[in-house]
């Protein structure tokens, strides 16, 4: 089995899915953040102003230091109601006044530092572990000023953290909750959002599944701007088929009237041996079918060319061939075949030339239009073939030349030499009327083009003008 | 606001007569002594600043339903049961029970309790528990104790300031003839004192008429109680109400008043040792004091007051707890009590009565 095709609406679902996630996942995070700082601002104030109140109420009187705690400095306190506290006041040469007498790690420096940088009774914020529990501490530098010296007080107050926890869970489970309702909320809207958008799809596969085999009328849908495109593509793609359709249609029938018309003739010539009497009208009878027989030989071999051209210009790629040597093979093969009807080829090249292309539809090509030329050619007469390079205004071209000395080509019938079993009306020479057709298909394919003159004093030139490839002078 | 108080005492009465009818004779040590035969038993021991009469009916229910228990109950004062607890690390109990809250809130406080919750636990108000690791167990009314023979026909004083009132017209009568708790010596005494001087306007008053009249101290509130009895006081203030109560039954003429400007609530309370030794045994005790049947026996055979109300009241006590009217003032049991415990304002505290009793420090 190979891999199912991907679903556009999976593809989209799996998007948005991913996208949802890491959004609702940061936000999560974030809001993990911002409640763990807001608890932790939050408590911490409660801290500071405990410390305040005590530090308001401890006073220098007389050379002593009075400390008088105030309820409310515990009841700000006790607003974590589940939370231990503990508190110490600490003289100036560090001796515990009244409070807890082994608080940890009491940073006097920085609480001096603080102090001197902002003032009266600047907060500092410190963690560290007492009693068995994680406990957040806060620490000020009160002056004692008195009228003739000042001392240094130093105020601890620290609390368990579980309020805090609770309260930054508390904050954290209510914002996650948001983020679950906004991730299902945006995630239906989405998948609501992706079924309406993907649903001309639909209309379009229904629309297509409903014609029937051989319709191929252009498809007029309402479809969004997006998908226009492909119905265009559809269209054009079916138009082409359309037209590809006809002209076969068009060949077959042409085809077998081709086929048709020698085989009646064949048939009543032989019908016609068969009852004559006079051996020597017989014969004639006889030589002449063998003669049609040929022509009709001839006819099928072009359009099983044809066919075979036709499959390899959609199976085979170009390679890289010299088209001198291939035009002198062909000369090579039919100068023998134009002696016996006592014309002469003769090839004229001077330029080594590399193309890409398909060496047996070439020689095919280079074939049909040399023997046309010979079969159009009078007794006694010259088909001069030559490969140049014309050095034009933009660009050099190749030229294929083939010239010959018969009857030529009125201007009016240059137009249709080219069309499947054309026959010029003044021909008396037998031919399929293919042999043009396929050299002109060919051409096509190798994106060359054909050029046909009139030859001096009579007779026609046709040339075949390649696109500009690498040329080396031989 | 009148009825309130009347309320209060109905209540109290009833719980007289329950004890009166239903205390057991088991005393605690005795019980003790037949389970320490029991050799495959456990062992639990309680350390406590309840009267042991008062508690035994409790111990001896507990009993009755645990034989394999060995029960120790060792009697302290409430100060001296904090300073015994900090200073013999290697002999903590397993369960403390004392109504002193504010040195019971220092210790749980400095770590020394180990969390615990049950469904008895967690049907307390949440104003009589902290942190899982102190419960309250029973609430106990600060009365004003009167001998009515001193009257001599005048209204009972009501408040402190009728109280106030009442010593200045008896004077020279009250002389070296009103009692109180020593705030240096009893763990209670202080709190209840140090209360006093954080929430009454007539403190100072008091504190004054108190020296003038060269007040006695009592170490607690039965010898108080006792010397009241005796005649050698007139007027116990901040006298445990269950106590008063209880001993009013026996001497009518000794009559309890809450005061109606207010009335302090201690809590009893109690918490388990982080290093208890039997901490199951304790568990299973103080579900027993916190159950029902805990809760009842405090109301039907001992002087004490049930925290939650009784059966059939699981939200816990109104008439005590309520913040409805202004009488009753529950210490808060919380950070607030730290204060209390602080040294500083101790001092300032003792300051103060130093000086305004000079006779007591001679």
């Known amino acids: 089995m190979t891999r199912a095709n991907p679903s556009i609406r999976r593809q989209l679902l799996w998007m948005t899915l991913l996208v949802l996630i890491v959004i609702n996942g940061f936000v999560a995070w974030s809001a993990n953040l911002y409640a763990n700082r807001a608890a932790r601002l939050s408590y911490d104030r409660l801290l500071l102003g405990s410390v305040l109140q005590i530090a308001e109420n401890i006073n220098s009187l007389d050379g002593n230091i009075v400390i008088d705690l105030p309820r409310s400095a515990f009841e700000t306190l006790a607003m974590a109601p589940s939370d231990r506290a503990f508190y110490s006041i600490i003289g100036p040469d560090q001796h515990v006044l009244s409070g807890y007498t082994d608080l940890p790690d009491i940073p006097f420096d920085d609480l001096d530092q603080v102090r001197d940088q902002g003032g009266q009774i600047t907060p500092f914020f410190y963690n560290g572990v007492y009693r068995g529990e994680e406990v957040r501490f806060l620490g000020v530098n009160k002056q004692l000023i008195d009228s003739n010296s000042s001392s240094d007080i130093y105020i601890v107050v620290g609390q368990t953290l579980s309020a805090r926890q609770e309260l930054a869970k508390e904050t954290n489970w209510f914002v996650l909750r948001f983020v679950m309702l906004f991730f299902a909320v945006t995630l239906l809207l989405l998948m609501f959002g992706i079924w309406r958008v993907l649903r001309p799809l639909q209309r379009l596969r229904k629309a297509i599944d409903e014609r029937s085999a051989l319709e191929l009328k252009p498809l007029i849908l309402p479809v969004p701007k997006e998908i226009t495109p492909l119905v265009n593509a559809i269209n054009r793609s079916n138009t082409q088929l359309n037209s590809t359709l006809e002209r076969l249609k068009r060949f077959t029938s042409e085809a077998a009237h081709q086929i048709r018309t020698p085989l009646a003739g064949l048939s009543s010539q032989a019908q016609n041996a068969l009852d004559e009497k006079d051996e020597t009208q017989r014969q004639q009878q006889l030589s002449h079918i063998v003669e049609c027989s040929n022509l009709l030989r001839e006819t099928v071999n072009q359009l099983l060319n044809q066919a075979t051209l036709a499959h390899r210009f959609q199976s085979q790629p170009l390679k890289s061939i010299s088209l001198d040597r291939l035009t002198k093979e062909v000369c090579r093969d039919l100068v023998v075949w134009a002696l016996q009807k006592g014309v002469e080829i003769e090839y004229s090249g001077k330029v080594e030339v590399e193309i890409d292309g398909d060496d047996f539809a070439l020689k095919q090509m280079i074939r049909n239009i040399i023997e046309n030329a010979v079969n159009y050619s009078s007794r006694q007469s010259v088909v001069e073939v030559s490969l140049h390079v014309e050095h034009g205004k933009s660009r050099d071209e190749v030229v294929l030349r083939v010239k010959d000395q018969g009857i030529g080509v009125s201007d009016e019938e240059k137009q249709h030499i080219f069309e499947r079993f054309y026959r010029s009306p003044n021909s008396q020479q037998p031919g399929t009327g293919i042999g043009l057709a396929i050299a002109k298909e060919v051409a096509e394919h190798h994106h060359a083009s054909f050029r046909l003159r009139d030859n001096t004093p009579r007779g026609l030139i046709v040339e075949v003008v390649f696109p500009p490839v690498e040329v080396t002078a031989s | ?362």
């Open chain 2, 1 to 362: 606001m009148k009825r309130l108080p009347v309320f209060f005492l109905a209540i109290l009465t009833a719980i007289v007569i329950g004890t009166a009818v239903g205390a057991g004779s088991l005393l605690a040590d005795k019980v003790l002594d037949k389970a320490v035969d029991n050799s495959t038993g456990s062992e639990l021991v309680i350390y406590g600043a309840v009267d042991r009469e008062t508690i035994k009916s409790v111990f001896s229910a507990f009993l009755e339903r645990h034989p394999q228990i060995a029960l120790k109950y060792r009697e302290f004062n409430s100060l001296d049961l904090y300073q015994y607890f900090l200073e013999h690390p290697d002999e903590r109990p397993d369960l403390m029970l004392s109504s002193a809250m504010d040195l019971q809130f220092k210790l749980v406080n400095d770590g020394y309790a180990q969390r615990y919750s049950s469904e008895h636990t967690d049907r307390l108000p949440t104003r009589s528990k902290w942190r899982d690791e102190l419960f309250g167990y029973a609430v106990e009314p600060i009365v004003i104790a009167i001998n009515t023979d001193l009257l001599a026909g005048a209204p009972l004083p009501q408040s402190r300031e009728q109280l106030l009132a009442l010593i200045r017209n008896k004077d020279h009568l009250l002389d070296e003839k009103i009692g109180l708790p020593d705030i240096k010596s009893t763990g209670i005494g202080y709190l209840t004192w140090s209360y006093d001087s954080q929430l009454s306007r007539t403190y100072e008053r008091l504190l004054e008429a108190f020296g003038i009249h060269h007040s006695r101290l009592y170490s607690d509130t039965r010898s108080m109680l006792r010397a009241l009895t005796r005649g050698e006081i007139f007027i116990a203030y901040n006298a445990l109400g269950s106590y008063t109560q209880a001993w009013s039954q026996e001497h009518p003429w000794i009559v309890p008043v809450l005061p109606t400007d207010y009335t302090t609530i201690v809590l009893r309370t109690a918490f388990i040792p982080k290093a208890s030794r039997n901490p199951a045994e304790a568990k299973t005790f103080l579900d027993f004091l916190l159950s029902d049947i805990g809760q009842q026996l405090l109301t039907e055979h001992s002087s004490l007051i049930p925290v939650s109300g009784g059966p059939g009241n699981d939200s816990g006590s109104p008439t005590l707890f309520g913040a409805s009217h202004s009488l009753l003032r529950p210490i808060p049991l919380g950070l607030e009590l730290l204060l209390q415990t602080d040294t500083a304002k101790r001092q300032l505290l003792f300051d103060e009565w130093d000086s305004a009793m000079p006779h007591l420090s001679k």
